[in-house]
């Protein structure tokens, strides 16, 4: 019954979402979609929302008006079912300084409920394709920045989750760390049919064969694949399309 | 989810705060020493002003040193808990509890494994304490040692279960200091850890009446009783009911619809 709904259920619905803290509306009737084997750039300036959406698929807080069903489980009433379908890589690091890469990555195997044993395959395998298998048995904190990015992603996917979130996760990475994460997500979506949300205010991160999602002070302004949204706005790049969308001039 | 995902998730949590412990090895002497110097100096500085007549558990004089020892195992306990209660803050702000929330197994799950892991830590230091305090006499019967172990369980818990709902109600990391002057301070000294309440009560009798409400007394004599084989049923009900009023207040504190970081947010935009 969950594998049916993995195979038939879109990865991700969100509809008519709002959220506020007190008076502040941080989200204001936010709906979009993914399917599987998107790559949907969230694109916003700082403050646009994108973190609180992000908490919110994430469960870190309830919402209190519209729905997120991921694989077909609403977040709210089906937390576990849902959650067991993510994998988050967050905007601030969050791996433990003290622990190796590999204890960092057996608990979270643990906190998915994984055998140590199963759990050591895939740690083997993640960890290669990210090309730390030299730095498995460090300290988390004699890691480079892109490192631990590195480390956050193949952690995100030990419990092979169908979709992937990314909270602005190349911000303070050198340009080679960028493009690693870049094409390793790419190639996560095309060869694994993996979903992906990422969030992001870097407009050079939108290439051309992403969906994008343009969110404005809490508000969806535009949604597709990335040459439909230029197209739609009679622009010459996302980058004209995204200033003419929220009048702002973009990053 | 079925009963042994649960399980591997405990087992994973437990598994984490034993190595964090472990390879901070200046936590794990602080830990043993600041009780080591209270038992030492402070007790023997003090044997000759704090008489202790005969009251039970005890059924003759003791030493001063063997009075303070459950009191001293009471602290280990309540810095252990409040040691976690810290890294539960420290790891809100940094971003690192993230991890342990967006985990698929329900919060209150969670939350209990967390306080499983700590008082884990802590009945091991405890262990040790006594251990190094029985070559400075202080010598309960070789029983004793096994009947404290579900008293030195049933007090962490109740003691995590706070510092749990503490770390839920903290706003920042700076805020801790307060946790120390009003929460760890007040509870060790208005308690039975370092006289007996009799003493209290001939001083004044509204204190006495506070030690007495304070959960951390009734922690102490189920520690104390318990060492000596016998069982204390009021400390023993105060206990109990302490940890079912703290969890209860940490899982609400805790909860993705009503807690703390509802009201203020997830994080940085």
Redesign the interface.
């Given at each position: 019954m969950a594998a049916d709904r993995d195979i038939g259920a879109p990865p991700l619905v969100v509809q008519g979402l709002s959220h506020a803290?007190?008076e502040r509306q941080?989200l204001r009737e936010v709906s979009f979609e993914l399917n599987r084997g998107d790559r949907a750039m969230l694109l916003g300036l700082?403050?646009?929302?994108?973190?609180?959406l992000?908490?919110l698929i994430?469960?870190?807080?309830?919402h209190r008006s519209g729905s997120i069903r991921i694989f077909g489980w609403e977040i709210k009433q089906k937390?576990?079912?849902?959650?067991?379908r993510?994998g988050?890589v967050?905007?601030?690091?969050?791996?433990?300084p003290?622990?190796t890469v590999a204890?960092n990555l057996?608990?979270?195997?643990?906190?998915?409920?994984?055998?140590r044993r199963e759990a050591a395959v895939r740690i083997k395998r993640e960890i290669e394709r990210v090309g730390l298998t030299d730095r498995i048995g460090e300290k988390a904190r004699t890691l480079s920045g892109g490192q631990r990015r590195r480390v956050e992603i193949a952690r995100a996917l030990i419990h092979r989750p169908k979709m992937l979130l990314l909270d602005e996760a190349t911000v303070g990475l050198d340009i080679a760390s960028r493009q690693f994460l870049l094409d390793h997500v790419r190639m996560l979506c095309r060869e694994e049919g993996l979903a992906v949300l990422w969030a992001t205010h870097l407009i050079d991160e939108v290439d051309s064969d992403a969906r994008v999602i343009v969110l404005h002070r809490g508000r969806v302004l535009a949604e597709g694949p990335v040459p439909d949204v230029i197209r739609r706005k009679n622009a010459a790049s996302i980058r004209e399309a995204f200033d003419k969308l929220t009048g702002e001039r973009s990053e | 989810m079925r009963p042994v995902h649960y399980y591997r998730c405990m087992q994973g949590i437990v598994w984490r705060e034993g190595l964090r412990f472990l390879n901070q090895r200046g936590r794990f002497v602080a830990a043993l020493v600041r009780p080591l110097v209270w038992l030492v100096i402070f007790a023997a500085g003090f044997r000759f002003v704090l008489g202790v007549s005969i009251i039970p558990p005890y059924q003759t004089y003791i030493p001063y040193e063997e009075y303070i020892a459950p009191g001293l195992i009471g602290m280990i306990q309540l810095f252990q808990a409040m040691q976690s209660t810290l890294s539960m803050v420290w790891d809100r702000e940094m971003g690192s509890m993230r991890t342990l929330l967006v985990s698929p197994l329900p919060r209150w799950y969670l939350l209990v494994s967390k306080m499983v892991a700590t008082v884990a830590v802590a009945v091991l230091q405890s262990y040790v304490f006594l251990g190094i305090a029985y070559f400075w006499g202080v010598q309960p019967p070789p029983i004793g040692y096994l009947t404290v172990f579900p008293a030195l369980i049933l007090s962490g818990m109740m003691l995590s279960a706070l510092g749990l709902f503490i770390s839920s109600a903290i706003r920042q990391l700076e805020n801790f200091a307060g946790v120390m002057n009003f929460v760890i301070f007040p509870m060790f000294f208005a308690s039975s850890a370092l006289y007996p309440l009799w003493t209290v009560r001939e001083a004044n009798q509204k204190l006495y009446y506070i030690c007495m409400v304070n959960p951390f007394t009734h922690a102490v004599e189920l520690i104390r009783f318990a060492l000596y084989e016998q069982f204390n049923g009021l400390a023993c009900a105060v206990v109990v009911g302490a940890l079912i009023v703290f969890m209860a207040l940490a899982i609400l504190g805790y909860d993705p619809g009503r807690g703390l970081i509802v009201r203020r947010g997830g994080g940085p935009e």
């Open positions: 803290f007190g941080a700082n403050g646009a929302g994108k973190t609180t992000f908490s994430t469960r870190l807080y309830n937390p576990s079912e849902a959650l067991a993510l988050v967050f905007q601030l690091p969050t791996l433990d003290d622990l204890q057996y608990y979270h195997a643990a906190l998915h409920g994984l055998p | -």
